[in-house]
């Protein structure tokens, strides 16, 4: 099995789409807690020009992984960005893929000024990258342990968390 020195992340290309949205299919389809969308998803957001970043892993020239960031809103506090959907070959998960994918995304949302970035994920995994989860935080007017944030810069996030309206189908 290849290492990640054989790994090599790129933004997303404009052919990429179909490929993005098979991958992200094959790596959702087997769990528990997917809805079937999230290949959809990526599409939606694109269409919508709402992918702020869109990046592929590819190995030897070939898609492995891709993760997206489109904006959110946080309370009413500006520059905040979503995490997901991230995506990586069955073949290729648990090679650390994904967190090179999520590593650089944060590195890139930071370093253009991004206040924070949200998700809705399992703790155990994202809390890796620094992601927790804080009471002051709603979705859909619920607190949900699964919503988590990585601040940035700027005040602690308080208030309703709202995704892109593609998250909503």
């Not at 290309?13 to 098979?22: E, F, G, H, V, Y």
């Not at 994904?98 to 991004?114: E, V």
């Not at 949200?118 to 989860?133: C, E, K, Q």
Request: proline fraction near 6%; hydrophobic fraction near 40%.
């Amino acid at each position: 099995m290849s290492g990640l020195a054989d790994v090599t992340l790129r933004p997303e290309r404009s052919d990429d789409a179909q490929t993005i949205r098979i991958l992200t299919e094959e790596a959702f389809r087997p769990k528990a807690f997917s809805d079937g969308t999230e290949g959809a998803l990526i599409d939606a957001l694109r269409t919508a020009s709402a992918l702020t970043l869109s990046t592929v892993a590819t190995e030897h020239g070939e898609i492995v992984g891709h993760v997206a960031f489109s904006p959110a809103a946080v309370g009413a506090l500006p520059g905040w960005f979503a995490l997901g959907p991230i995506a990586v070959r069955a073949d290729r998960q648990g090679h650390g893929i994904g967190s090179q994918l999520i590593q650089d995304g944060l590195a890139h949302l930071q370093r253009d000024g991004a206040q924070g970035c949200v998700l809705a994920g399992d703790p155990n995994y994202y809390s890796r990258f620094g992601f927790v989860n804080t009471p002051a935080l709603t979705y859909q007017g619920e607190q949900s342990r699964f919503i988590q944030v990585l601040r940035f810069a700027g005040p602690d996030p308080v208030g309703e968390v709202r995704f892109h309206p593609a998250f909503s189908g």
